[in-house]
Structures are given as structure tokens and as C-alpha cells.
């Protein structure tokens, strides 16, 4: 039985290429939605992960264990958090982080912006804004309040003393990689601060990949609260919600999150990524795409967006015929997640392929 009769089938991957069942090869320009940032098949990693396999696997999280005290030191390389929780996707990051923004501040109200998405679980689907992921699943968490992205007078407006938290990414992805502008964000920063709430940052999809660790950065802002998944442990599932406050111990957690295989493999991706300087080469990797029918490339780094004057789902096709594998972020938007691992000639194969399709050209 399956579900997925009609789509491409992948049966291996090596660095940014994958196989399908044919034995077509195809660079993929998306990476599991942005999961895969050192690529497919990495040898180094997948020793590591072979050698955990073989030593300890689980661990109950009232355990403490060498894996999880090394994946935290290589996170603390990067950002200067108190604490973190582990859980198994970047979904769960934020239920976690809406959760501790309502215990810590004893206030209910949630804030987040139109065109957001954090999440398909009840919590992170109320923060999230796209009806066709809502539809059917109601009634949701109340207590969520949605304002225009960017919109720096619906924020004043929207932020009371009443707000627990304000939950924003820095690029949105599925909104369709667009990013925050910088007063926009600063005002959340101030009005959250006045009004003893919370900032919420959610770096699921956009941490690594802006040229710096976490896309926040950009903006010289400290948020209270950072949620991170996808590529952190490239491709073995795990999520985390950093914070400066603590939440006591019985107050949440999770069966297999911070599990010491997935720790190792967090550990050793970001050892990579630091050792290989592959967030700093990030931007220098960028690409921006041209063409009659493109209205601007936009993002940072290595994730892209390409706003299209038309349907974007028919390239997504079309592209695939031509050997290269992207997705959409909105119905005009052709959505870029390469592996960090990709050099600067295969985006401008990425760049080049694509305006080939856009021009019409076989």
C-alpha cells in the first residue's frame, strides 16, 4: 500500500546529489526541506552514528550522558543560552517553547504573524498561519493571535500587557522565504521587554543557513527563546528549544528527546560545520536569479526564495526533468535548501538550470 504512487522515488544519496529508482541522478536543491546541510551519505557522520549504535543507543531523559554533554558544548560554540531542552523536531521545539512562554510568564496569549508556520501539532499549528494546514483540525489552542508580518503598527497595537509571547522567524520559509525587516524586528524585541512577554525566535528552517548560526543574528537582537530541528543533527530527528530560564524538572519533557545517538549525531554535524567554516561560506554560495518572468530572488545565503510573476508549481516539474530537485514556498515561489556542502559551481548550475526552465529552454 502506498500514498505516494505518483511521486519520485529515492533510493540513495551521496553529498548533494540523490539517485532514484531508475538510476537517474539529480541535485538536490532542497535537502528533506532543509535538513540535509552536510549532504547525503556523509562518511564521517555515518561512522560516528555506526560507532553510537554499537555503545549506547537511549537513555531516558532523567539520565544525563557524555553524548548529550557534547552536543550542549558544541552548541554553546555557537549561541549563549542557559538552557536547553531536547525533544525530536523542530515542531516539538516550539510546542515546548509555547508551553514555557505560558508557564514562565503565567499569561495566555500568543502572538504570531500571517503567513507563519511552525508546526503541524495543536500548539505549533495554532501559531501557524496557512488555512489548508489548519482546516479540519479545530477547534485549535485558543489564546493565538495572528498580525501582519512586518507590519510594525499592528505589532504596537497587537502587544499588551496580556501577551505571554511573540512567536516569529527571522526569513519565513513556508510564507515564502521572506525576510523580517530590521525594524520590524526590533520593535518586537522593545515591545515584548515593555510589556514583560516574551520573544520567541523559531530558527527551525533558517538556523545555518543565512551566512550566520542563527538567522537572529543578523539583527543584533537576544531573543528570550530560540527553537531549532531540521539540519541539526543531519537528517537523525531531534529538536531544541534554548531559553535562559529554567522550567522545573516534571514540567515537560520527552521519551526519546536528547536520546545519546541523536546527541552524538547533533554533536558531529555542528563540529563539522564549525571545523569546515560551512556557515561562513554560506553567503558566498548565494545565488540570485533573473528573468522575465521573476520578480526578485530573496533571502539570505543559502536560503532562497524566487518570486516567480506566475504559478511556480509547474517549474518544480520541470526542474526535476532537468536533474535538479526544489520545492515551492507559496504558490509563486521556488524554494532553494542546498546542502551547505554545495561549492559555488553547482549553484551556478542551480541558477543556470533554473532560468533555463523559466525561459522555456529544454
Not at 120 to 142: C, I, N
Not at 195 to 208: C, R
Not at 269 to 295: H, N, P, Y
Request: hydrophobic fraction near 40%.
Amino acid at each position: 500500500m502506498s500514498l505516494y504512487k505518483k511521486r519520485l522515488k529515492l533510493v540513495r544519496g551521496k553529498g548533494v546529489y540523490v539517485w532514484d529508482e531508475e538510476g537517474n541522478r539529480y541535485l538536490d536543491a532542497i535537502a528533506g526541506i532543509g535538513v540535509a546541510i552536510l549532504g547525503h551519505s556523509n562518511e564521517r557522520l555515518a561512522s560516528i552514528i555506526a560507532e553510537q549504535m554499537e555503545k549506547l543507543v537511549v537513555a531516558g531523559p532523567m539520565f544525563n550522558h557524555e553524548e548529550k554533554e557534547e552536543a550542549l558544548e558544541e552548541l554553546s560554540r555557537f549561541v549563549s543560552f542557559e538552557y536547553a531542552y531536547f525533544g525530536n523536531s523542530g515542531t516539538e521545539a516550539v510546542e515546548a517553547a509555547l508551553k514555557f512562554a505560558r508557564f514562565y510568564t503565567g499569561k495566555k496569549e500568543i502572538i504570531a504573524m500571517t503567513k507563519a508556520f511552525h508546526g503541524r501539532t495543536f500548539g505549533s499549528l495554532s501559531a501557524t498561519w496557512k488555512k489548508k494546514y489548519r482546516e479540519g483540525f479545530g477547534p485549535l489552542v485558543p489564546g493565538f493571535k495572528h498580525i501582519p508580518f512586518n507590519n510594525v503598527e499592528a505589532a504596537k497595537e497587537a502587544i499588551t500587557k496580556e501577551t505571554a509571547a511573540v512567536i516569529v522567524e527571522p526569513i519565513q520559509g513556508e510564507g515564502g522565504i521572506v525576510p523580517a525587516k530590521e525594524e520590524f524586528i526590533k520593535t518586537l524585541r522593545d515591545l515584548t521587554e515593555e510589556n514583560d512577554a516574551l520573544l520567541i525566535v523559531d530558527e527551525v528552517q533558517s538556523a545555518f543557513r543565512t551566512g550566520k548560526f542563527l538567522a537572529i543574528e543578523h539583527y543584533n537582537v537576544q531573543p528570550d527563546m530560540v527553537t531549532m530541528g531540521k539540519g541539526l543533527a543531519n537528517g537523525i530527528p531531534i529538536g531544541v528549544t534554548l531559553t535562559n530560564f529554567d522550567v522545573p524538572r516534571g514540567k515537560h519533557g520527552s521519551t526519546f528527546g536528547g536520546n545519546p545517538l541523536a546527541c552524538k549525531a547533533m554533536a558531529t554535524t555542528l563540529r563539522i560545520l564549525r571545523e569546515e567554516k560551512l556557515i561562513e561560506k554560506a553567503s558566498e554560495k548565494s545565488i540570485t536569479v533573473t528573468g522575465d518572468k521573476v520578480i526578485m530572488t530573496r533571502g539570505k545565503g543559502l536560503m532562497l526564495g524566487i518570486l516567480l510573476r506566475e504559478s511556480a508549481g509547474k517549474y518544480v516539474e520541470m526542474l526535476q526533468g532537468k536533474g535538479l530537485l526544489v520545492n515551492t514556498a507559496g504558490s509563486r515561489v521556488i524554494r532553494l535548501l542546498p546542502p551547505l556542502i554545495i561549492t559555488k559551481e553547482q549553484m551556478l548550475w542551480v541558477k543556470e538550470t533554473i532560468e533555463g526552465a523559466l525561459n522555456g529552454n529544454q
